[in-house]
């Protein structure tokens, strides 16, 4: 469902950039929800807020 949303709110094209970068940055390491929201934050050239209340608002709902 997260993943979704930041679909509908970057685009399909940002989209698919934050997914195929994503694993090319954290290859061989670990990595944190944080760290994927900050990546998707500066791939989509978008400020902390906006992205990071996806998983919040998901959290609010009572969802893991």
Known sequence: ????????????????????????ERRHANATTADFTAYAEETAGRPRRPLGRL?????????P
Do not use: N
């Open 1 to 24: 469902m997260v993943l979704h949303k930041l679909r509908e709110t970057v685009g399909d094209e940002t989209f698919d950039e934050i997914l195929r970068g994503w694993p090319e």
């Open 55 to 63: 998983a919040v608002r998901r959290r609010e709902a009572g969802r």
